[in-house]
Structures are given as C-alpha cells and as structure tokens.
C-alpha cells in the first residue's frame, strides 16, 4: 500500500512495506502533466500514465544506500545579485543563467566568477542567438566553460561552427540529438524522462558515447532529493556533480496533510 500526501504542489508518496518516501512534482512549463493530472492518474493506480509518477512509485522500491555526488549551484537574476550570492557558495562550481543577460554583460560577469575561482557551466534556455553566443565562446580560452547549456534554437548550426562543450537539456526531449560532435553533457532530469528503466536507458546510451550525465532536479523537498541520489546509485558510472536547480530544503516532511492510499504491486521489488 501506498500512502499519499500533499504539500504546496508536491505529492509525497510513503511504502508502507518498504518505509520508503518519495516526491511527485511536475514541472512547470515543462512537465506534460499538471498536479491535478498526477493526482488522478495516482488515484486511478495508473502508475505508468506520466513519467513523473512512474518514477515515483519505482523510487520507493530503490532500496540502496545514496550516492555521495558534489553538487553545482545555481547562480540567477541580475549580473549583481549573482555576484553577491556567489560570494557566499561553498561549492565553486556553478551554473549560471544568462539567457536575459547580453553579450557584455555576460563577458563581464564571466570574467569577475572566474577571477573569484569559479568553473562555470552556462545556461543560456536557448534565448542566445548563434552569432553572440559563438562571440562568447570565443572570447574566452579554449575550454574555459565547462559547458554551454543550450545556447540558442539553432543548436546544429552552432555545433558546425564552433568546438565549445554543449549541454542538452530541453533539446533532448523535443529533437535527435545523438550525432550532434560537440554534446558532451546530457542534463537528465528523471522525472520528466519516465520510469527507472527508461532513465537507465538514456544514462548508458550516454556513457556510451563518452558523454557525461548531469542528473538536475526537479523536487522541492529533501524526499525528492534523496530519490535522485538514490537512482544516482543506479547507474553504476561517474557521473558529473549534480544540478540542484531551485530545490528549498524545508524540514524533513512539514505540514503533510495525509489525502489517501492506493494500492501498489512494484515491478521491481
């Protein structure tokens, strides 16, 4: 049995027999499914409906020990509130979101986060047009970045016309992306991909190819979180350090308000 909680817009799910949590929590924009959409196809017991709800409910019958992976900060909104939070990170590596920053703007603040001993992964939400963004890249050395995050809509003119690392992130649900020479890092966000075995799937097609995994969260809570380093036990391979996002870590399980249970038979138990 399964029992579900709300809170905000997550859903928390409990395994009574395996005393396990986990986080349902589609993304905005993003997700095909709305909070509502999960709700009903949980209470439905149609487990394999959404990808966020499959990998849900597989999560709670992951029962290893969490991978131990470093992590990136997030660094967004004005090129000043970005240097002031960067002056109180622990961690040094950081991705930046500069899609609503300009050419200038961006070298500048490159140039201080650099001079402060950051390595930067950039993540322009494909709102760069090809001609700025190859001006950036070659701004700077050979390298410099980590990765540029999808850069601009036209990611195959780009890759024919630079050798900057890429990232993929929304591209890698929407086009093929496989043959493009410069991808060296897929951004994998496990509830929007599916259920265990899919997320599998695409990891070891990825270290495959000699590209590297950068698992991103989705989740609000602490329970989401620890899914992700569980499944992060899974692959079995390096990966690189993981992406929070915009996760607030409130105290374990707060204000849950107990809405029902549903019956659960794992595939994977």
């Not at 190859?134 to 050395?141: V, Y």
Request: include cysteine.
């Amino acid at each position: 049995m399964i029992e579900v909680f709300i809170q905000d817009k997550s859903l928390l799910l409990h395994a009574d027999d395996t005393d396990c949590w986990s986080e349902i929590t589609p993304l905005p924009g993003w997700s095909v499914e709305t909070i509502e959409d999960v709700l009903a196809a949980v209470f439905e017991e149609d487990f394999d409906r959404y990808p966020s709800v499959a990998f849900a409910t597989e999560m709670l019958y992951c029962e290893n020990e969490p991978a131990i992976i470093p992590y990136a900060i997030l660094l967004s909104g004005t090129p000043e509130q970005i240097l002031n939070d960067a002056k109180e990170a622990v961690s040094h590596l950081a991705k930046v979101k500069v899609g609503h920053l300009d050419l200038n703007e961006t070298i500048d603040l490159c140039q201080k986060l650099f001079d402060m001993g950051f390595k930067l992964r950039l993540d322009f939400n494909q709102e760069w047009s090809v001609s700025d963004a190859l001006a950036l890249s070659h701004h700077f050395p050979k390298n410099r970045f980590e990765y540029f995050e999808e850069p601009t809509k036209e990611l195959e003119i780009f890759c024919e016309l630079t050798t900057q690392r890429l990232a993929v992130d929304e591209t890698i649900y929407t086009c093929d992306f496989w043959h493009l020479p410069n991808i060296s890092s897929i951004i994998l966000k496990p509830p929007q991909w599916g259920g265990v075995g899919d997320c599998l799937e695409i990891a070891q097609r990825a270290h495959r190819q000699g590209k590297q995994i950068v698992l991103s969260n989705t989740f609000k809570t602490r329970v989401g979180l620890q899914s992700l380093l569980h499944f992060a036990k899974l692959l079995k391979e390096p990966i690189a350090p993981i992406g929070l996002g915009f996760l607030e870590l409130p105290d374990e399980k707060p204000n849950l308000e107990r809405i029902g249970v549903v019956s659960f038979e794992p595939a994977i138990k």
